[in-house]
């Protein structure tokens, strides 16, 4: 049984989520800022009639939350039957991936990835890192 | 068993709105006798008790109403016509009928009421033949809309029958071949009673609604639709459906808001003319269905009694139940989002507040304690609020319980006000700590109650005397849907102000006119009264404005207090619908949900009590050295003023209506005492340094603070408006001299409290006879110009 995974880009880093909790892929939207939020949350979006929140994985993940002038793409997930908007720098394929090439984090990964990565897919060229997404989408 | 309970209650419930309006129908068929319609309704109101009974085992019940029908059915037929005799039995059919279900629904069963005499009494009636058709033939030519009732009439009534059994399935075969042939066939009576009593909230209302309707096709038409009565006007609708009508009401609010948007762009008449309309429709439509979720606060209401007797009796405690407010309405939404925290609330007042019979004797309370249960409107909100007469909450045991919990710090503690405190019950480490609540008595799952409050827009908060007892009220919104709000702009960003909060709008001129600064708070002076101003940048924590020339002021009501938030600009009233916004937002406290506006655009809905109390913790950070200790519960706001002599004085900021400064030349002496041409009116005037022995110290100008009573003002004299501080009650000092109650401290300098009434009887001794009417009508009077002016 191959694992498929939802993969994209962040500061040159290949992540991936289970493609079953993604609902879809979408350019970054107009989206509303919210005062006093944690700097995780970019901001509300209309997503066809829903607010929906999105959340800056980058800031998530420990580093700088995303500029006025970047241009993310959202990856909407589902959680727990709602849609949440994580904002990610590129939105890759969908990848199948091998369970044996499955192995722990390394722990000299960042620590503030520790906490968000269930493992590693170690492929030909380079290594994709497997996020909980419901933790990631946490704020 | 509780579910068996549940359907006897609904049938009680039902059956005693269909008795009333069976009374009704009884007594007009007296004076109307030969009316189908009321004969029709009067007929299925018994066959639908009959049925329910037969099928929930109430044999007399089945028995009684089973006769009943019989002579009901041959009267309806034409077989009989209506005498004297035979309403006088009828309706003592229905006493019985009353009886028999007060019997159920306080013991649940018949219990010993004898129902033989009356079921003997109409068999004789139905077995007289002079009482029959025999006698007096039911097809009189002279009954005006009798004539036809032969066997097409016959039809049209299993036709009626036909259309009205629609909702209860199968029952349309049987039903039409059973009253056609006016002889209910005990096996057909078998067959259908499950069904009834499988739905018998739905069973007699669509009967006599559609009862009406096909006799409306007769003769008797107009008779017919003046019959009519509320009951039978009315329908049943399942919930889902009403609460999906409710979203897409909704998001056509929002879609008509989109498209007036568009309209008002594209400047087309047409496309304006048909926006128009649309829009009308829209909040007609809204209107409606709004209407029909508003249900009696009643419908959560009628658990109470028999679960407060349940509980009681399980711990021992003797309680009676006051219901205040039944008939108060709010949205069925609401009303089942409150279902649980008021069952948990009155659980908790009983099992925690109201002592044992012995513990209320020893302190003098009597045996049994009261519950009490209030709803009423105010304000475009619903309260609600459960009191108790028992022992009440020691903030103290709280206190020390949540420094033990680690929730709290001894020195946070210390600067709560004894209100503060007992809000910590809503926290939720205090409820599942088990240990609190073994000593405290209290907090069992209170910030369940707050999330579920919260989570309606609602607010809870709880008050308590030691050994008196405690109130819990909620505040919650009459509906959670659609709401009219004003959108604002902040910083560049826009916000939904609910207009529930919103008292009017105030434009700022290029001249600031009416702004002022007490200590560093800045107020307006709002027609006499003073204004707590709060900036949104500073609430939202944008960058500081340059200037406060344009901006408006949104003059706001919040938790029973008024302020002014300052705006950049308001851009348009709009109807919103408030949209769940994800838990990390909402726990930010600022924020009530979020919308969509015309634009397409995601806008945040302000949390205007929220709002407030963030304002007022910017306003104690901004005036240094704040006397921390004040509470917000029992303090009150103080003017304070210095007099010369380095003495402050502070006064209940109620009281004043107004703080001017003028130069000291506009003092004039008449007859040995101050007075001042002010308003157009000469204004007796009291100089606080002398009057305190402070000794006079002029200046060239003066801070007058201004107290108006009815068509009566007095003007006081201080050297400098100091501050506007929060004062709490305990805090005071005893010590006080003439003119004086006590004293404070604020900003680490004792503050004399100025005896106001006294101060302002020195310059007009009959100030404080002026009659309160003649107060009350200036102050409306002012109001309604206000109104104008805004």
Redesign the interface.
Known sequence: MLHQLATFKLDDRLYGVDVARVQEALKIQ?????????RT?A????LR???V?MVDLRARLGREPYGPDDEPMMMVVNIDG?P?SLLVDAVGDVLELDPDTFGPPPPTLEESLQELVTGVYSMEDELLLSLDVDLAA?? | MDAMDEIVREFVVESYENLDQLDQDLVALESDAGSRALLSSVFRTIHTIKGTSGFLAFSNLESLTHVGENLLAELRDGKREMTQLTADVLLKMVDAVRDLLGSIESTGTEGTIDTAPVVAELQAVLDDPTGGAGATPAPKADAEDEAPADAEEALSEAMGALHVSDEDDEDDEELPAEEAAAEPAAESTKTIKPKIGKRPADAPAPAPATAAAPAESKPGKVEETAVRSAAEQSIRVDVDVLDALMRHVGELVLARNAMTNLAADMDDPVLVRASQRLSLIATELQQGVMKTRMQPIDHVWNKVPRMVRDISSALGRKVRLDMVGKDTELDRGVLEAIKDPLTHLIRNAIDHGIETPETRTKVGKPEQGVLTLKAYHQGGQVVIEITDDGKGIDPEVIASKAVEKNLKTAAQIEAMSPQDILQLLFLPGFSTAEKVTNVSGRGVGMDVVKTKIDGIGGVVDVQSTPGTGTTWRLRIPLTLAIMPALTVESASETFAIPQVNLLELLAIDDKLTGIDHVGDAPVYRLRGHLLPLVDLRDVLGREKRESLEGAVIAVLQADGGRFGLLVDKVRNTEEIVAKPIAAAIKTIGLYAGATLLGDGSVTLILDIPAVARRALELTETQIEGHDETAGRGDTEQMLVVSVGDGRQLAMPLGAVTRLERLPATVLETVGGASVMQYRDRITPVVDLAQMLGAGAAFREELAFVVCTRGDRTVALIANEVVDIVDSSAEERSEVSGYGLLGSIVVKDKVTELLDLEAAVTAADASFYEVDDTVFNESQVAELIGAGKGA
């Not at chain 1, 107009?30 to 944690?38: C, G, I, K, L, Q």
Request: overall charge negative; glycine content about 10%; cysteine-free.
């Open positions: 107009a989206h509303t800022p919210v005062p006093h939020a944690p949350v901001g509300l979006v209309n009639g829903q607010v929140l709602e949440i946490q704020v």
